[in-house]
Nanobody
């Protein structure tokens, strides 16, 4: 069993930065792809970023490209999301997830690719 616990969310103003963290427990995740998703009220959960096991490959949603950076520390079993130049439209609950179904050489953009999820952390950006 895998447990993921997001932290680092909060209320900020447009243009500010936040750094989300997601440490994992229950299993070493260093060989798996990990990702961040978000869900705004009344909307479906959407892809934000993904990183392969080594960090050599990353992918981002067009809406966050150039502003958000995904990274990981395999020694700490943790994935991060650095969010800069935040906009009101970034307001959502942010979830980290891991794909343990396959060796993590690739990045994945679809919700169904991931099999373990955290409980989410709220990010609110005021204008």
């Amino acid at each position: 069993q895998v447990q993921l616990v997001e932290s680092g969310g909060g209320l900020v103003q447009a243009g500010d930065s936040l750094r989300l963290s997601c440490p994992a427990s229950g299993r070493t995740l260093s060989i798996y792809t990990m990702g961040w998703f978000r869900q705004a009220p009344g909307k479906e959960r959407e892809f934000v970023a993904s990183i392969n096991w080594s960090g050599s490959s990353t992918a981002y949603a067009d809406s966050v490209k150039g502003r958000f950076t995904i990274s990981r520390d395999n020694a700490k079993n943790t994935v991060f999301l650095q969010m800069d130049s935040l906009k009101p439209e970034d307001t959502a609950v942010y979830y980290c997830a891991v794909c343990t179904r396959a060796y993590g050489s690739s990045v994945y953009r679809e919700v169904h690719e991931y099999d373990y999820w955290g409980q989410g952390t709220q990010v609110t950006v005021s204008s």
